[in-house]
């Protein structure tokens, strides 16, 4: 039976065709999603700058909760200097060397010289790590020197003896060149070099760094001196890395890879789920067309079982064929998509992109897997019934629905009910987050009962349409009430693609409308916006001298986690809370939030200021003590000094700009937010504002959403990952929309030909299929809408307070135009494509 069924593979080409496009495009979307799964769970990120060093001491930025063990500090955790002399006594360590970083950049003609990539600066000792060696001079050694790398040296045209301009620590200082040195290996990155005495000026955090390196003695073991180091520094919140991911030292942000585990995840999860529910109609679909055919196997004495066996073999070849040729492609685009997803800023550069053999393996059980499954149901009613019956079934096609898929249909209808539950009850920042599944279960539940609400609809729409399009209408209506599961094929992607393009196109444009909103608390300040080594003390002292500003602050933001009280909101977001940072005496100017109780310009020194709702939560009052982890793992006792309003979903803490520096990596603040003086001349204050900054290079004067970035930097790289699985998702239904369309219209070959036969034209045949397309992409269109406001309407709740959402309803018009083009195009191109052949030739295909 399996010779068999591979010998009428060539006579079925058409649904041969249709069946493995799905399948290959079904594995090859596993396969990409799985790559980037796959990247997130190994997490490797291997060293540049401190490649020469084979063990690498970080700090530890993971803290985990008990109901979040994965939660991660943002900020650089620093480590105490003074730990090297541990490690030193380590058997097996040939010496320990301190690594630290900072923003610093050669300054020529008031702006950064352009080597091409980051520049940073570090202390003398980290240049062995790579390793660095010196073509001239000599190394930093006293207070002004400076080691340009040759990259910084020729973008500033600088040689040993020159001084230059470097930009550093919010400001810009003069140094001496005392060397030049080249690096070792190929490093992506531009590397000043400092002296002992003034790297301890210029970090953030005089007696701590970043890194320590860590050299082994010749023929050490590094995994057992790995070990070794990890029993000795226990409890002193460090890590050892090894390998490759000894990256992490130099850049954490790295670490921050829940996001791309969960982009796998929903990529992987909801392409899956499109791909499975395609494959399946589409097979389904293909064996439609076949019936006629194994109904006279099972006349001439074919038994169920081998039925079965053909149909199964056959589907198995396609399948292992169509996934041997997606592993490339499926391959590539991971590798596409995920350098996307770093392009936009939602995983940090220097993540090792991985691709292995498991999620290939596993395309390939799905794929396997759900076309077997798919295809023993779409046989089934063919090798279980008699000769006789089997031959009526293939001439009137009678749809009788399964047991079990208005039980699947109705738990995913109580899912999609139960998530719009849960957001009405939830609070804290994830509260909308469960409201975007409610339409894609309801979807699901509604492509479980296809063909009955097929049935249904189409025969609701029959008298209406037989009254306004005549005899083509008629017939129209009469097909698509005698082929219920074909429209079913038509109605389910349609009403797929209309519902989850719409919900997650104005799920987005709303939270950034949140967004926007949120941030109207700033918005009447003029926004200066620093260079990357933020703005110096000084800076701020002068732009309060302008004329026209009535008042002047910092503006940091950072995320902690809140040890007391206990914190009902703990661990809903992987970050922490939001907190922001202000200068106490003008904080109420440039903070247009209202305090409900206490004072802004008591926030001076370990104090705090929280929202009333979260306090009340809390159990925290005026006067009381509270405990927070901050983002660099330091601890710190606050006072709670004032209570104060804010939008539901965007709570946060606001602590003293000063202490809220100390915790965070870069040590100074990128913003500086200036109420103007009322009546001020606008034009003249930010001219006045500019040139009060000049002497902080890459300064200028900012705009809301650069603020809006500051605070929520993921919204954007998350609207671009929702418009990738919108486009992927939309994409993928859309061929598979025209898939079964082709086949649909294929299997009417005969049918067209004999109502030529008969006196019809041309036209007539294409007026009828096209009332036919237009109405089965009307009804997935009506239901896609319908199932679109169980997500909009509690996510906009939750996020704005209106029942409506955030967006221009040109998203709407162009989503339904697309899938009203898809319904229509697919029906009438394979239409004409059939009628191009002679009638009595159609007439007489078997």
Not at 46 to 57: K, N, S, Y
Not at 485 to 490: C, D, E, I, P, R
Request: net charge neutral; charged share 15%; with cysteine.
């Amino acid at each position: 039976m399996f010779l068999l069924a591979l010998r009428s593979l060539k006579y079925r080409w058409a649904a041969f065709a249709a069946t493995f496009i799905g399948m290959f495009l079904c594995s090859g979307i596993v396969i990409a999603s799985g790559g980037i799964l796959e990247t997130g769970l190994r997490d490797e990120a291997p060293a540049e700058r401190l490649q020469a060093t084979p063990i690498v001491i970080a700090g530890d930025t993971v803290y985990p909760l008990p109901n979040n063990p994965v939660a991660t500090l943002l900020e650089r955790v620093h480590i105490d200097e003074n730990l090297i002399a541990t490690i030193q006594t380590v058997p097996g360590v040939l010496k320990a060397l301190p690594d630290v970083s900072f923003p610093a950049a050669v300054v020529k003609d008031g702006a950064t010289v352009n080597t091409g990539v980051e520049s940073s600066g570090h202390g003398w000792s980290s240049a062995e790590m790579l390793p660095y060696a010196l073509s001239s001079g000599a190394a930093p050694q006293a207070p002004g020197d400076v080691v340009l790398d040759k990259r910084s040296a020729d973008a500033a045209g600088a040689t040993v003896g020159s001084e230059v301009k470097v930009a550093v620590r919010g400001t810009t200082e003069t140094f001496r060149v005392s060397g030049i040195a080249e690096p070792g290996a190929a490093v992506n990155q531009a590397g000043l070099f400092f002296s002992p005495a003034d790297v301890q000026r210029l970090i953030p955090d005089p007696g701590k760094v970043d890194n320590i390196g860590v050299f082994a003695t010749p023929g050490t073991d590094v995994a057992t001196l790995q070990q070794q180091l990890s029993t000795a520094l226990a409890g002193k919140g460090t890590k050892v890395l090894t390998g490759d991911i000894r990256g992490h030292g130099e850049k954490p942000k790295t670490l921050e890879v829940t996001d791309l585990l969960i982009i796998g995840v929903l990529i992987g999860g909801l392409s899956t789920l499109a791909g499975l529910m395609g494959v399946a109609s589409t097979l389904s679909l293909a064996f439609q067309q076949r019936q006629r055919e194994m109904a006279l196997l099972r006349s001439i004495g074919t038994t169920p079982r081998q039925l079965k066996r053909m149909i199964i073999g056959e589907t198995i070849f396609v399948s292992l064929i169509a996934t041997a040729l997606s592993i490339i492609p499926g391959v590539l685009f991971g590798e596409v998509l995920f350098n996307r997803i770093v392009d936009s800023g939602l995983v940090a550069e220097g993540l090792a992109f991985h691709q292995g053999p498991i999620p290939t393996i596993v395309a390939a059980l799905i794929s396997l897997i759900t076309s077997v499954g798919a295809a023993s149901i779409a046989g089934r009613r063919v090798t279980k019934a008699k000769a006789i019956e089997a031959l009526t079934d293939a001439e009137i096609q009678e749809y009788k629905p399964g047991k079990l898929r208005p039980i699947f249909a109705i738990v995913c209808f109580v899912i999609s009910g139960s998530l719009i539950y849960v957001v009405q009850l939830a609070n804290g920042p994830l509260k909308a987050s469960p409201a975007i599944f409610s339409c894609i279960f309801a979807g699901i539940g509604l492509a479980l009962l296809g063909p009955i609400v097929a049935k249904t609809t189409t025969r609701i729409l029959g008298p209406l349409v037989r009254r306004t399009t005549g005899i083509a209408g008629y017939l129209a209506s009469l097909n698509a009430q005698a082929r219920v599961t074909q429209v079913a094929a038509v109605i389910t992607p349609i009403m797929l693609v209309t519902g989850i393009a719409t919900a997650n196109l104005y799920a987005t444009t709303t939270e950034t409308a949140a967004t926007e909103t949120y941030t109207q608390e700033l918005a009447h300040n003029v926004i200066l916006q620093s260079g990357e080594s933020g703005f110096a003390p000084e800076v701020l002292d002068e732009i309060r001298k302008v004329n026209g500003v009535d008042g002047a602050s910092v503006f940091l933001t950072s995320a902690g986690f809140i040890e007391s009280p206990a914190d009902p909101w703990q661990g809903r977001d992987l970050g922490g809370s939001q907190i922001k940072g202000f200068n106490a005496d003008a904080a109420a100017k440039v903070y247009g939030t209202s305090v409900v109780e206490g004072s802004f310009s008591d926030l001076v020194g370990n104090t705090v200021a929280l929202t009333n709702t979260h306090a009340k939560d809390m159990g925290a009052k005026l006067g009381d003590t509270i405990s927070i982890r901050m983002g660099d793992r330091g601890k710190v006792d606050l006072k709670v000094v004032a209570l104060f309003t804010a939008k539901e979903s965007f709570e946060s803490i606001v602590m003293p700009a000063e202490t809220l520096e100390a915790h965070t990596t870069l040590g100074r603040a990128r913003f500086i937010l200036v109420n103007p003086a009322q009546g001020a001349d606008m034009g003249q204050l930010k001219a006045d504002l500019t040139t009060a900054m000049a002497t902080v290079p890459g300064a200028s004067i900012g705009d809301r959403k650069s603020l809006n970035g500051a605070f929520l930097h993921h919204l954007g790289a998350q609207a671009l990952v929702t418009l990738l699985m919108i486009a992927m998702l939309v994409g993928y239904i859309a061929i598979q929309v025209i898939n079964n369309l082709s086949l649909a219209i294929t299997k009417r070959r005969r049918e067209f030909g004999l109502q030529r036969l008969t006196g019809s034209t041309k036209d007539q045949v294409l007026r009828m299929t096209a009332i036919e397309g237009a109405q089965a992409g009307i009804i997935g269109i009506v239901l896609g809408t319908l199932i679109t406001p169980l997500t909009l309407v509690p996510f906009s709740l939750a996020r704005t307070g209106s029942p409506i959402p955030s967006g221009s309803p040109w998203m709407y018009i162009g989503v339904v135009l697309f899938a009203g083009l898809l319904a229509m195009g697919g029906t009438l191109l394979p239409t004409w494509l059939e009628l191009r052949k002679s009638p009595l030739e159609a007439s007489v295909v078997a």
